[in-house]
């Protein structure tokens, strides 16, 4: 017998629904209370399901709710759904797949699907082979809805689909799919097309036996009327680039002649999936050679792409010249993620060698979705990276016509056609700067808000050159404009200012220190203007103000003219609130410029650093305690004030000694190094570093607990908190001296362990290496006998970082353990050598202890096999030896 409803629960349910759509905010508890009444009779499920198939004179949007409420109950508590009433829903699904209205439709869909995420597609083996036996239904509601399912089935459950665990349905559901390819209706091409496509990227098996079909089916496709249609086709070939690009090679110039149509689809969401095409082949190896031919067609379409469409232009509000007294949406702030501090040493070639990702065309986020704009931005991006120069000529006489356009919006996209190919055409660009960015600098007072926002953007991609410049040519100009575009009135222009102007003051750093005074007038003025959102820029640009110019800072003017808004900020912010990450990071760079400078200020910044670590660790060990009751805490708030602990140990050196002593820092960083979460270990490990060198007599009495969990932390799994804690262990061993002996077992076998694996970072290796060095200075007798296993990569990754500190007590080290063990440096002697030779002045006694090793190897090899040794010298460590060390 079917289940029946009872007429007044039914008219109950009914009415319930109904109030649900009430907008009255009394009403809708009334009606949460309500469900959840219900939820306790087990067959209320029955009545929602009953009201979502069977109830076809009711309203759509009622019936839809149902559904919904349904699926949510699914979600919650699927598993205590007695089977009598599961298998009603799940028969009442199938039979009803097929409803005249696309709503009802899409709702059962969604049901199905969520049931059989539930692990319900193993229980319910009939699902498949019923929906794609409707497939074949003379009804096209049936074929619809079912192929809808379908789809949604295919999105959530991709890998199962394709895995031994249901006898590999694939097998007779790709074949169904490409069938209906052919069908009449563009809806059902296009979710065919959508189905297949969920199984390109993981290589279905049952995809790739048919591969060749699926590829033909869609060149038969490619000029489909349906938009749909052809956006699902674009998205087929463009993942099918990444994944079978064997098969796409033979017919490789007609899908790039079809490309090149698609990008300009008048569609825009089919342009956008098409000009996706040309981002992932630039990354293919045979780009080159494949598209070559092509760049005079594709280069000038990508150029059509970069300009604002109107639609942007609207949402933009690009109309709107001045809004800087319109407070912002909280909705507006992007969440901001806090990166953890790491310890890097500094290379020869400047500092460090990595470059930032950079964010293409980071003038219009408020549209934070991927667009045309943004696409056709990236791929030239990444295509003037593959043909660099050769880009040139098929560019600049487009670029001349753009650049002095009277229609702003045309204008706008040559600044940003010049920003995007910046990287890669720079030496090409050469020539033309001189010329160029004197008209950029001008195009920084466009009457144009956009046009002003872009050309902030498309500088900063300058900056390297500007810097390379005499200051009067181009930096001074570009500054003072840059400035003054800080104080515009229009959000996003101070928004692009302050971006650009951070980038620029990390390429220029101490050129800078002759207009400090008037930078910070600007910078500290903006302050009392800026909106919510564009303070939070701020703040970065004022750490990166001090990280570029450091220790200059550090003058009585300067900090009256920066400290007092900052602190008067700091006072204003609650504990809870998360505009003290950018502030607290802020402060850190401030505090480490200023050094003695910032002593004033360090005691309540301090105290509530603290404090802030403090109130974390409370809050999380209630909630692992009881975590129905308590809420998980924002552990940013630690890692930050971490940090900024950090900053101030380096910043005030010694003087920071009465801080720790008043204060229980040491015992919250015996719990922040046993957190669960990386990123508050890393920080804690610098901190502890930092503390170390500053005030070494506090940490002392903490080292027989501390070093157990530094060596449990050398896992290279955690590449950042692996190189903190090395180079923490590092930095104490060189204050322990010879009483770090008790701890060496517990480090070094894994220190020797990193150093020799394949694919460490070099930042790691280099703090490894170091970290070896200091251990075997202090405890020899310990170290040395491990030197033939770590000495060859030692001196390798040694070899580029400039002379310092760090660098003298690492080699002060691997000379005492060779007079220990001289045998354990003989197969790789040749290593040391070129190690040797990579100091531009080591200190007097460091080298002689080079000297004497140098001489005492020669001497015991003997003049003749030191002549054969030798030979094997590249001739500039050749030249050097024997100019330093006379051998």
């Known amino acids: 017998m079917d289940w029946q409803p009872d007429e007044q629960g039914l008219q109950q349910v009914l009415q319930l629904l109904k109030d649900s759509q009430s907008p009255d905010t009394v009403t809708q508890r009334t009606v949460q209370q309500k469900l959840e009444q219900l939820n306790q009779f087990p067959d209320f499920n029955n009545y929602l399901i009953f009201v979502l198939t069977r109830l076809k004179t009711e309203d759509e949007p009622t019936r839809s709710l149902s559904g919904l409420i349904l699926k949510n109950n699914v979600k919650a508590h699927y598993q205590n759904f007695p089977p009598a009433v599961s298998d009603f829903i799940k028969q009442e699904c199938l039979n009803n797949i097929g409803d005249p209205s696309p709503l009802i439709r899409a709702t059962i869909g969604i049901l199905i699907t969520t049931i059989s995420s539930k692990g319900e597609l193993q229980t319910w083996p009939e699902l498949l082979p019923q929906l794609c036996n409707l497939l074949n239904s003379e009804d096209y509601s049936t074929c619809e809805g079912s192929f809808g399912a379908l789809q949604k089935i295919c999105e959530d459950s991709s890998e199962l689909l394709d895995s031994d665990a249901l006898n590999r349905p694939l097998n007779f559901m790709i074949p169904k799919f490409l069938q209906f390819f052919k069908h009449c209706s563009p809806k059902i091409r296009s979710h065919a097309i959508a189905c297949v496509n969920q199984f390109i990227i993981g290589r279905a098996q049952a995809l790739m036996e048919n591969i060749d079909t699926f590829i033909e089916s869609l060149f038969v496709l490619a000029a489909d009327e349906d938009s749909e249609v052809r956006k699902n086709v674009c998205r087929a070939l463009v993942m099918l680039l990444e994944v079978r690009i064997d098969r796409l090679i033979p017919h490789m110039h007609n899908l790039i002649q079809y490309m090149l149509q698609r990008t300009q689809d008048p569609d825009d969401s089919v342009a ?141 996209s040559g600044i940003l056609v010049l920003g995007a190919i910046a990287e890669g055409c720079m030496q090409g660009m050469l020539p033309y700067l001189p010329e160029l960015i004197p008209h950029l600098i001008q195009c920084l007072s466009d009457k144009k808000a956009l046009v002003r926002s872009i050309a902030c953007w498309t500088l900063s991609r300058y900056a390297h050159w500007v810097v390379s410049q005499p200051p009067d040519s181009y930096l001074k100009p570009l500054m003072t404009e840059l400035l003054k575009r800080i104080l515009d009135r229009n959000k996003r222009v101070q928004e692009a200012a302050c971006s650009a102007f951070a980038t620029l003051e990390e390429e220029a750093c101490t050129e800078l220190v002759p207009y400090l005074s008037f930078i910070l007038d600007t910078l500290v003025f903006a302050f009392g203007k800026y909106q919510h959102k564009n303070l939070l820029i701020l703040y970065d640009a004022i750490g990166t103000l001090a990280d570029s110019v450091g220790h200059h800072l550090n003058q009585p003017e300067y900090i009256q003219k920066l400290m007092p808004p900052l602190i008067a900020k700091w006072n204003e912010l609650k504990d809870e609130d998360k505009d003290l990450f950018p502030l607290l990071e802020c402060l850190s760079s401030v505090a480490t410029a200023l050094q003695s400078g910032f002593l004033p200020y360090c005691e309540p910044v301090y105290q509530r650093c603290v404090t802030l670590v403090q109130k974390t660790l409370a809050q999380a060990m209630m909630y692992n305690q009881h975590p129905d009751q308590y809420e998980a805490p924002d552990k940013d708030f630690m890692i ?60 002392k ?83 040395a006998p491990q030197l033939q296993r770590f000495i060859r990569p030692w001196c390798t990754s040694l070899r580029n970082i400039r002379d310092n500190e760090e660098k003298d007590s690492a080699f002060r080290g691997i000379c005492v353990m060779i007079q220990v063990n001289p045998a354990g440096v003989v197969q790789d002697f040749i290593f040391f050598c070129d190690a040797v030779a990579s100091w531009v002045n080591p200190k007097d006694d460091l080298r002689d202890m080079f000297y004497k090793i140098l001489h005492s190897f020669k001497d015991q090899v003997g003049e003749e096999n030191w002549q054969k040794f030798s030979e094997q010298f590249p001739p500039v460590l050749k030249e050097r030896l024997s100019a330093c060390y006379g051998v």
């Open 272 to 412: 956008l999936e098409a000009c996706e095409f040309w981002l992932t082949i630039a990354e293919q190896p045979i780009c080159k050679e494949v598209l070559s031919v092509h760049l005079m067609q594709l280069i000038p379409i990508l150029v059509k792409g970069m300009k604002y469409s109107e639609i942007d232009i609207i949402i933009l509000k690009g109309d709107v010249e001045e809004d800087e007294m319109v407070p912002d949406s909280e909705h507006d702030i992007k969440p901001r993620f806090h990166k953890s501090r790491t310890v890097t040493l500094q290379h020869g070639g400047g500092e460090g060698e990595e470059g930032e990702d950079y964010d293409d065309d980071d003038d219009d986020d408020s549209l934070c979705d991927w667009n045309l704009r943004k696409c056709s931005a990236a791929a030239l991006d990444v295509l003037a990276n593959v043909f660099g120069d050769d880009l040139l000529p098929h560019l600049l006489p487009l670029l001349k016509g753009l650049l002095f356009h009277p229609d702003w919006v045309v204008k706008e």
């Open 640 to 699: 930050v004030a971490l940090d900024l602990l950090s900053g101030l140990a380096e910043g005030l050196g010694t003087q920071v000694d009465q801080l720790v002593a008043r204060s229980n820092i040491m015992t919250l960083l015996f719990q922040c190094m046993q957190d669960t979460m990386p990123e508050v270990r890393q920080s804690s490990f610098a901190l502890l570093g930092d503390l170390t060198k500053a005030c070494f007599p506090h940490v």
């Open 701 to 783: 009495p903490c080292i027989a607990e501390f070093m157990p969990i530094l060596g449990l932390n050398l896992n290279p799994e955690f590449i950042s908190v692996c190189n903190n804690a090395t180079w923490a262990i590092g930095e104490i061993a060189m204050q322990m001296g010879a009483e770090m002996q008790p701890y060496v077992g517990i480090v070094l076998p894994q220190l020797v362990e990193i150093i020799n694996r394949p694919n460490t970072p070099k930042t790691l290796l280099e703090n490894t290496a170091i970290t070896i060095g200091r251990l075997g200075f202090v405890c020899p007798q310990e170290v």
